[in-house]
């Protein structure tokens, strides 16, 4: 069987990618469907009337790697390249944290 050359041609710059803003303000008493956790059903990790205008996420104890829910959610990405900027605030309630770490 012989192969198939497939030879595309078109502008230098990508037609896809537009200037756009976005930001999420929070202001409604649920997340938007553009945001989605990991897993599902997701578990009810966060809050956006604790804090005004913002998301406000309660941690837990799963991991990316574990079948339960961790406390994350995503963005759906709608433009093929994008540059993502956001503002963190950490608050530690006391709680204990401790790593594991495996080796010899």
Known sequence: MNPIDIICEGP???LLDSKSYWRDK?????LTLSWYSLRSPPKPCYSLTQHFRYLTLHGN???????????MYL???????????TRLDF???GYEISKT????
């Open 12 to 14: 230098a710059k990508s």
């Open 26 to 30: 929070f202001a409604g008493y649920g």
């Open 61 to 71: 104890a799963y991991s990316i790697t574990d079948l339960d829910c961790p406390a």
């Open 75 to 85: 963005q759906r990405q709608q433009q093929h390249t994008v540059d993502w900027r």
């Open 91 to 93: 608050i530690l309630l």
């Open 101 to 104: 770490t495996s080796g010899a």
